[in-house]
């Protein structure tokens, strides 16, 4: 085995798991899920069947990924945060064949505790903010908060609130990479 998972996890067969991976205690790792390399899935972690994980995803303690989530490289899922996969579920009505797709994208952060309603797309680098209820697609860098959640800002792939000025330019203070802002877009210069 090239990764590490805890003597209490629950590996079942058919799955991929990438090198240099750790899964801890009390984890669930179901059939035809796939986990990329170098991944940290905390204590009580359930994997779904045909969920995807990129590189270097963080899952933290207490969360449940469901069948229909997607999630690229570098993907922050903080303590007890929520996917769901169906819109209307009942007990007594299947609808297994109804998951709705929900894609996270490169470099995004979900705070603890928060819930996000399936069938969206989380924009590469966006910040959800601690409890916040997402409920619709979320715009690159966009930083959202509430329930529902609403956009509040911008954030660098630093994960620094940008400040744009009058002539739509804004600076990660950490990286000082140079951000631009054009018609409610937010983005990073290239060749930085």
């Known amino acids: 085995m090239d990764y590490f998972a805890h003597e209490t996890a ?25 986990i990329g390399e170098n991944c940290n899935l905390g204590q009580n ?22 069948t229909g989530v997607t999630c690229e490289d570098d993907v922050f899922l903080g303590p007890s945060m929520v996917f769901t996969n169906v819109i209307n579920p009942r007990s007594a009505i299947i609808r297994k064949n109804r998951y709705l797709k929900t894609t996270v994208k ?7 505790n928060a819930t996000i309603i399936c069938g969206i ?11 916040s209820v997402v409920t619709k697609e979320v715009l690159p860098y966009a930083l959202v ?4 959640s609403t956009q509040i800002g911008w954030v660098s792939e630093y994960g620094h609130t940008l400040k744009f000025d009058e002539e739509g330019f804004a600076t990660c203070k950490e990286s000082k990479e140079i951000y631009g802002l054009k018609d409610n877009k937010a983005f990073k210069f290239k060749g930085q």
């Open 145 to 148: 908060v509430g329930n529902p």
């Open 121 to 131: 797309t989380i924009g590469e680098f966006a910040f959800i903010g601690a409890g």
């Open 106 to 112: 490169k470099g995004v952060s979900i705070g603890a």
């Open 45 to 66: 972690v359930v994997v779904s069947p045909n969920v995807v994980l990129g590189k270097n995803v963080k899952v933290q303690n207490n969360v449940s990924i469901y």
């Open 10 to 34: 629950v590996i079942d067969a058919n799955c991929q798991i990438g090198k240099g991976t750790k899964i801890w205690h009390f984890s669930h790792i179901m059939s035809k899920s796939v």
